[in-house]
């Protein structure tokens, strides 16, 4: 059974940062791709950041690309997203996900197989 957990969500001010992680407890991290995603209230659930198995790729949303980056510690099954300058319009629940498959969109929802359950992050103007 693989099990996700997002901490490092807050409170923050417009400008500030915040690093998220996902400790993946239930499969090797290093066969696993991995990705970022939110959702505002009253909004779909949005990709953010993916990462592959490898770690030689990332992808990211363009409305945070040059101020997010998407990493991850296979030793310690952990999957990171430093939020840099954040913005009012970055408020959101965080998730993580895990996909375990090959050759598909890694910014679409619907190729993950498992997702935390939310870490939430609110950017005060």
């Given at each position: 059974?693989?099990?996700?957990?997002?901490?490092?969500?807050?409170?923050?001010?417009?400008?500030?940062?915040?690093?998220?992680?996902?400790?993946?407890?239930?499969?090797?991290?290093?066969?696993?791709?991995?990705?970022?995603?939110?959702?505002?209230?009253?909004?779909?659930?949005?990709?953010?950041?993916?990462?592959?198995?490898?770690?030689?790729?990332?992808?990211?949303?363009?409305?945070?690309?040059?101020?997010?980056?998407?990493?991850?510690?296979?030793?310690?099954?952990?999957?990171?997203?430093?939020?840099?300058?954040?913005?009012?319009?970055?408020?959101?629940?965080?998730?993580?996900?895990?996909?375990?498959?090959r050759?598909?969109?890694?910014?679409?929802?619907?190729?993950?197989?498992?997702?935390?359950q939310?870490?939430?992050?609110?950017?005060?103007?």
């Open positions: 059974q693989v099990h996700m957990v997002e901490s490092g969500g807050g409170l923050v001010q417009t400008g500030a940062s915040l690093r998220l992680s996902c400790v993946v407890s239930g499969r090797t991290l290093s066969t696993t791709n991995m990705g970022w995603f939110r959702q505002a209230p009253g909004k779909e659930r949005d990709f953010v950041a993916a990462i592959n198995y490898s770690g030689g790729l990332t992808y990211y949303a363009d409305s945070v690309k040059g101020r997010f980056t998407i990493s991850r510690d296979n030793a310690k099954n952990t999957v990171y997203l430093q939020m840099n300058n954040l913005k009012p319009e970055d408020t959101a629940v965080y998730f993580c996900a895990a996909s375990t498959a050759g598909r969109s890694l910014r679409m929802g619907a190729t993950y197989d498992y997702w935390g939310g870490t939430q992050v609110t950017v005060s103007s």
